[in-house]
């Protein structure tokens, strides 16, 4: 008998929720300005038994209530995720419902295979030394960002880079791609560093770029072309012959999920980074041992809501196989995660059942 038996799903419910960054975010080298904060989507799972669920979902409009009368064994599967496509928007609600009705936090109802608390990165640092426009403050607005996400906790940054893409001349934008670089490994000196080029640089680029900041230790390069074996594979040579440790990291837009585990068995990507939300948690869970295999490491990209950091936080300490999250700074309306906690770069979970976070009564 399946521990969620005498579970009938009665009701779905959805309401907007609003997530808000401790400042305005900028711009990186595809995209403009993030704002101050995004809206989504939250999903209540009740069922007969008065167990409820709740959790993020990022996707097209569907209709939540098809699973609605259907036993929540024959929708989800505490060992796998849910079994049914029609459950799959309420994923995060189904895993937080599931881990309720065990009594035992997710990541324990994933296995448990990670450790706690999770390596977590900010990955809140962008353009701001391009803004305001009408008066750009400079690399040291970058590092002010830095200063403020470090005082919070992080001990690591993601760098947004690529401004030659859109926002200054190729080469202007390069060199201020790498003055940033070596200004936050200087300020930092012990610090996790990685960088994003959201697909702005040329193969050529990211092998100039790599030579430029060989002694700034970067963790990982992320998503510096659209992903093809030619670019990468020269990437990997520049790495063998300089002997960089470097990681590549991809899969996060739009991905061919296909395509990049091949690129990954071939060697030519380390970290893979499928959206939490969008990919989703019980995808997650059925390609991990595929990842553990073929010796590729993965970080589910977060990026947009606070809470999705959270969610890739237990999917680490769940899974395993995942070094570190990308951290969201910020804070969603009427939701109290306080049983997180960032300290020294490390985020520590709740030890309550589900995810531990709610919206406030």
């Known amino acids: 008998m399946s521990a969620l038996t005498g579970h009938r799903i009665t009701e779905v419910t959805t309401s907007p929720i609003r997530s808000r960054y401790p400042r305005t975010i900028g711009r990186n080298a595809r995209l403009g300005a993030h704002g101050d904060g995004p809206s989504a989507l939250a999903i209540t799972v009740r069922t007969e038994a008065g167990a409820s669920g709740w959790g993020l979902y990022e996707g097209p409009q569907v209709d939540v209530t098809r699973v609605v009368g259907r036993p929540l064994e024959e929708v989800f599967d505490p060992a796998s995720g849910a079994l049914d496509p029609a459950a799959l928007p309420l994923d995060v609600a189904l895993h937080d419902l599931a881990a309720r009705i065990l009594d035992v936090p997710v990541h324990q109802m994933l296995g448990g295979h990670g450790t706690a608390p999770v390596a977590c990165y900010s990955g809140a640092i962008y353009f701001d030394d391009l803004d305001p426009e009408d008066s750009p403050r400079g690399v040291d607005a970058v590092l002010a960002s830095c200063a403020a996400d470090q005082s919070s906790g992080h001990r690591g940054f993601k760098l947004k880079i690529g401004r030659g893409n859109r926002w200054m001349g190729a080469e202007e934008g390069f060199a201020r791609d790498v003055e940033v670089t070596r200004a936050v490994r200087t300020a930092h000196p012990d610090a996790r560093v990685l960088v994003d080029m959201n697909d702005g640089y040329t193969p050529e680029q990211t092998l100039r770029y790599l030579d430029a900041v060989a002694d700034c230790d970067l963790f990982w390069i992320e998503e510096p072309f659209a992903e093809h074996a030619e670019g990468l594979r020269a990437v990997r040579e520049h790495r063998r012959r300089s002997g960089s440790q470097v990681l590549v990291a991809d899969g996060e837009f739009e991905p061919d999920v296909r395509r990049v585990l091949d690129l990954a068995g071939e060697g030519l990507l380390d970290v893979l980074l499928m959206d939490v939300l969008s990919f989703g948690i019980t995808a997650w869970r059925e390609v991990m041992p595929v990842l553990e295999e ?22 680490a300490a769940g899974l395993g196989n995942i070094p570190v ?8 309306d009427g939701v109290d995660a306080s049983g997180y906690v960032l300290e020294d770069g490390r985020l520590a979970l709740p030890e309550a059942a589900g995810f531990g976070v709610a919206p406030l009564p």
């Open 325 to 332: 999250v990308e951290g969201v700074p910020g804070t969603t």
């Open 294 to 315: 073929i010796g590729v490491a993965a970080s589910p990209h977060a990026w947009g809501h606070p809470l999705k950091t959270l969610y890739a936080a237990q999917l």
